[in-house]
């Protein structure tokens, strides 16, 4: 079964937005932090934002003012509003719990940001 299912990625041009989702299995979004990773090839993946209890969310310098992590627990899932995306933004993008104990990553999705 399926517990994390991320989409929403594509190709934009700097400047564009992108909204990704991230859908889970039942509870998971509600009981845990969430956050949303990325990956470029040869690269370590890193957490570019989370959300915690209340709402509240950080994020990683390279993103601040321009991502918008946020979550519905009614439907288990979270989401990552991009906007003013630059090239260095590419990577895959994946969601999970934030914690010592992560889940089986997902597929990622692919965000391109070329001209």
């Known amino acids: 079964q399926v517990q994390l299912a991320e989409s929403g990625g594509g190709e934009v041009q700097p400047g564009g937005s992108l909204r990704l989702s991230c859908a889970t299995s039942?509870?998971?979004?509600?009981?845990?932090?969430m956050g949303w990773y990325r990956q470029v090839p040869g690269q370590q993946r890193e957490l570019v934002a989370d959300i915690i209890d209340g709402g509240s969310a950080n994020y990683a310098e390279s993103v601040k003012g321009r991502f918008t992590i946020s979550r519905d627990n009614a439907e288990n899932t979270i989401y990552l509003q991009m906007n003013s995306l630059k090239p260095e933004d590419t990577a895959v993008y994946y969601c999970?719990?934030?914690?010592?104990?992560?889940?089986?990553w997902g597929q990622g999705t692919q965000v391109t940001v070329s001209s």
């Open positions: 999970n719990i934030v914690g010592p104990v992560l889940l089986p």
């Open positions: 039942g509870s998971i979004v509600s009981i845990n932090a």
